[in-house]
């Protein structure tokens, strides 16, 4: 399964194989596979972001040291010859491209990986919750708007109840009113009841 390739990149790396593509979600973790050839077992192995050029290495994780972003963690097993990168609470801004590496004496070994990182299933779920809230809440808020406005009759029943002293005083003032000046008074008291 591992043809080895050409393609020399630059003087010290060699690319094996076909870029693989990986899909990981938002939030979760997710373990990428890194195969290789017998004979590297001891070799050092690391996961390298971008370019990965000469002199520009942005490694991530390397075998035997900590990586600075804890999230990225190396375990390479000997037995089956696969280093495995566990990359936790996966970010958007982690999608790009990435090489699996294997330290060697002349030329490092690099195979390709292409991480896409999507929303999770969950994410859907609220989004279907915000769409059935929009489509039943949206009518709610209508009918509510709606008796708010007919309530304006049960406030100033509320006013007479409440405070008897205050809707006669409303009620003297718009006495000495014309009806159209009246109505604007009282419309003035609602809303500074409310
Ligand atoms: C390597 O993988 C094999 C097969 O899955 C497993 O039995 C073994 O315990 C692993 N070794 C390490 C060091 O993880």
Known sequence: MWDVLFLFSSICTVVVGAAKTVTGYIGEQLDIRCPYESGYESNAK????????????????????????????LTDNKTTRVFTITITDLRPEDEGQ????????????????????KFGSFVIVVTAE??????????LVIVALRKRKKNKSLLLSSIIESSPVLYKQ?????HYCTPEDRDTYTTVVYSSVS
């Open 130 to 139: 915000a769409l059935v809230l929009l489509l039943i809440g949206f009518p």
């Open 46 to 73: 690391y996961f390298c972001k971008g370019e990965c050029n000469i002199g520009t290495k942005n490694i991530m994780v390397k075998s035997g040291s900590i990586a600075r972003d804890q999230r990225f963690s």
């Open 170 to 174: 409303i009620e003297d003032t718009g």
């Open 98 to 117: 990435y090489w699996c590496a294997v330290e060697g004496t002349v030329y490092d070994r690099y195979s390709e990986i292409m991480l896409l990182v």
